[in-house]
Every structure is written in C-alpha cells, then in structure tokens.
C-alpha cells in the first residue's frame, strides 16, 4: 500500500486536535466557539457538515456531534453554534473553554447545505429552532457572499424570548448586504414590547411563504418542530425534493394531527 493513500484514506477516522481560538455567548445559553486544527490533514468543512467533538475530563471522556457553522479552510479554523445545556453533560464544559484549550474532533458527515438545496425550487426557505441558525446562518451567507444564488432566500428562526435570539449582527448584516437575502425570529413567549413576529415557526411562518409548493425547505433543530411542519409541508404539496433537514434531539417526536392539520391550514396554496 502506498503511504499517501492510506493517509488520504484515514484521516477522517481520527481523533485529531484543536485549539480553541474564541468561546463566546451570543445569546443567552448559545455560544459560537472557533476552533483551529492543530494537525496537517484538511479541514474541508463548508456550512451543514457535521463532525464529532470531544472532551475529556476527570479521566473520562465525552462526545457529540456539532455542525459546522462556518469554516476557512485556509486558516484551518471552523465554527460551531451551540446552546449551553445546563444539566447536560457535555456542553456546560464546553463552555468553560478559554482559549487554547485542547479539543478533538473528528469527521466529516453529512453534506453541506448548498448540496441538498434543490437548483430547481424558484426561492429557498430556512427553517430553525434555537441554534439550528448556525449552519443555516453559514449556508446563506456562502452561497451570498460567493455569489452562488441569486434566487429569494429567507430564514426564519425560533426561540423563547427576545434574550434568546442570535447571531443577531451577523444576520443583520448579512440581509443589509444582500436584497435577496431576509431573515426573521419569531418568540413563542415574547414580551409585551415585541414588535416582531410572534408564535412557534408553524404559526408565524405558514402565510409569510408564497408559492410553497416552488419552494425548497431546509429545517435544522428539534425533532418536534421538523416532524409537525415536514408533515405540513407534504399536505401543503410541497415536492418531497423540496425538503431538506437535520435533527439535533427529539428524535422520537411524533407529529400531532390537529397541529399538522392547523399548520398545512395556514399556507398559502391558492397561488
Ligand atoms: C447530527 C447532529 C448535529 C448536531 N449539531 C448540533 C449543533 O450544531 N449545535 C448544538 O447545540 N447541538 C447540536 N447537536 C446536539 C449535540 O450533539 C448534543 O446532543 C448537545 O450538545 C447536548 O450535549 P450535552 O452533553 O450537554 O447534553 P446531554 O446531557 O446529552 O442532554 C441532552 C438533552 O439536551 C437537549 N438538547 C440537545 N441538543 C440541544 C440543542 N441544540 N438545543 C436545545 N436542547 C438540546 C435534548 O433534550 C437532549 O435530550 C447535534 C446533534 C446531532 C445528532
């Protein structure tokens, strides 16, 4: 066997190491961290794909998979989005990295966003519950900044509160930046103030979208809200092609009929 391929073969199997650029919170309980590969393998990760982080502590370690928010392969860095659990396992120790602090990862799974997007769909359409925004974030703001899409994008996320919401400067910009880029939360328990869009994603998002069935879909986040609205999506008529996702928990969420029922009502069909 010839040294260089097995190389080439292997190095998504390793446990490789990083180096922990920035740590921050961005919102209450979500945190952006940037890490930097501390190896010589490639680090192609584009908004989407998913890799294995892991810990160690008290002589045990832990792991779990993220996915990548944003990366710059020339500089050997990527990005994760993720919420601060407060009795997880994983993630509170996560948080308390300061920089340079040693972690490994591993990987490279699932495909970037812009892959699943169907070319064929006249806009494109973000859907995500809390950190889900972070590879949705990254995903519009490669195909923008590269000038890879020129159809209408929108993205729309849920959260609690108003404190819950983010990355909110960088979606700011990026929708100043771009026309055919627009972006939006919507606060299940917002507060009197709030001047925004109000309700879970399938009860402020449904009449906002026109032409659903020439649109493509992308959720990213609990399993609860991807079940209810992909159930939705497909009794709107919107081409199983045009859906795309990813779950980060709540796997074993069944849909309920009376709010599928409700959320398929609220689409615009007609058209
Ligand atoms: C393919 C894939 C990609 C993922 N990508 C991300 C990511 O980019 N960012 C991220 O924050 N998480 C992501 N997750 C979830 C992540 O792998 C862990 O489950 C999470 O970080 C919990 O770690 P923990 O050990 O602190 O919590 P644990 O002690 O394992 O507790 C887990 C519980 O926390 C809750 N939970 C897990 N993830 C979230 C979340 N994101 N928001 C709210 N509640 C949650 C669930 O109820 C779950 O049962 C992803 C999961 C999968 C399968």
Same mark, same amino acid.
């Given at each position: 066997? *010839?040294?260089?391929?097995?190389?080439?073969?292997?190095?998504?199997?390793?446990?490789?190491?990083?180096?922990?650029?920035?740590?921050?919170?961005?919102?209450?309980? =979500?945190?952006?961290?940037?890490?930097?590969?501390?190896?010589?393998?490639?680090?192609?990760?584009?908004?989407?794909?998913?890799?294995?982080?892991?810990?160690?502590?008290?002589?045990?370690?832990?792991?779990?998979?993220?996915? @990548?928010?944003?990366?710059? %392969?020339?500089? *050997?860095?990527?990005?994760?989005?993720?919420?601060?659990?407060?009795?997880?396992?994983?993630?509170?120790?996560?948080?308390?990295?300061?920089?340079?602090?040693? !972690?490994?990862? =591993?990987? @490279?799974?699932?495909?970037?966003?812009?892959?699943?997007?169907?070319?064929?769909?006249?806009?494109?359409?973000?859907?995500?519950?809390?950190?889900? !925004?972070?590879?949705?974030?990254?995903?519009?703001?490669?195909?923008?900044?590269?000038?890879?899409?020129?159809?209408?994008?929108?993205?729309? @996320?849920?959260?609690?509160?108003?404190?819950?919401?983010? %990355?909110?400067?960088?979606?700011?910009?990026?929708?100043?930046?771009?026309?055919?880029?627009?972006?939006?939360?919507?606060? =299940?328990?917002?507060?009197?103030?709030?001047?925004?869009? *109000?309700?879970?994603?399938?009860?402020? @998002?449904?009449?906002?979208?026109?032409? %659903?069935?020439?649109?493509?879909?992308?959720?990213?986040?609990?399993?609860?809200?991807?079940?209810?609205?992909?159930?939705?999506?497909?009794?709107?008529?919107?081409?199983?092609?045009?859906?795309?996702?990813?779950?980060?928990?709540?796997?074993?969420?069944?849909?309920?009929?009376?709010?599928?029922?409700?959320?398929?009502?609220?689409?615009?069909?007609?058209?």
């Amino acid at each position: 066997m *010839r040294a260089g391929t097995s190389m080439t073969a292997d190095w998504k199997e390793l446990w490789r190491p990083a180096a922990v650029l920035a740590n921050r919170e961005f919102a209450r309980g =979500s945190r952006w961290i940037t890490l930097r590969a501390g190896d010589e393998h490639p680090v192609p990760y584009e908004p989407g794909n998913v890799l294995a982080l892991r810990l160690g502590h008290a002589g045990a370690t832990m792991k779990h998979a993220y996915t @990548v928010t944003w990366a710059d %392969p020339a500089a *050997r860095t990527f990005s994760i989005i993720y919420r601060v659990i407060p009795a997880g396992r994983m993630t509170p120790r996560l948080a308390a990295l300061g920089p340079d602090a040693p !972690v490994e990862f =591993s990987g @490279v799974h699932h495909n970037p966003i812009r892959h699943e997007v169907n070319p064929g769909a006249r806009q494109v359409v973000g859907l995500a519950t809390g950190t889900g !925004v972070g590879p949705l974030y990254g995903y519009f703001r490669y195909v923008l900044e590269g000038a890879l899409e020129r159809r209408p994008l929108a993205l729309f @996320v849920g959260f609690r509160e108003e404190a819950d919401i983010g %990355p909110r400067a960088e979606l700011d910009a990026l929708a100043a930046a771009h026309p055919n880029f627009t972006w939006a939360p919507t606060l =299940s328990s917002p507060g009197p103030a709030w001047e925004g869009l *109000r309700g879970r994603l399938g009860e402020s @998002v449904p009449p906002l979208i026109e032409r %659903p069935r020439e649109t493509h879909f992308h959720l990213v986040g609990n399993g609860a809200m991807l079940v209810e609205m992909e159930a939705a999506l497909a009794q709107a008529g919107v081409p199983e092609v045009f859906i795309s996702d990813e779950t980060y928990f709540n796997w074993e969420a069944e849909p309920a009929d009376d709010v599928v029922a409700r959320i398929t009502a609220r689409f615009r069909t007609d058209a």
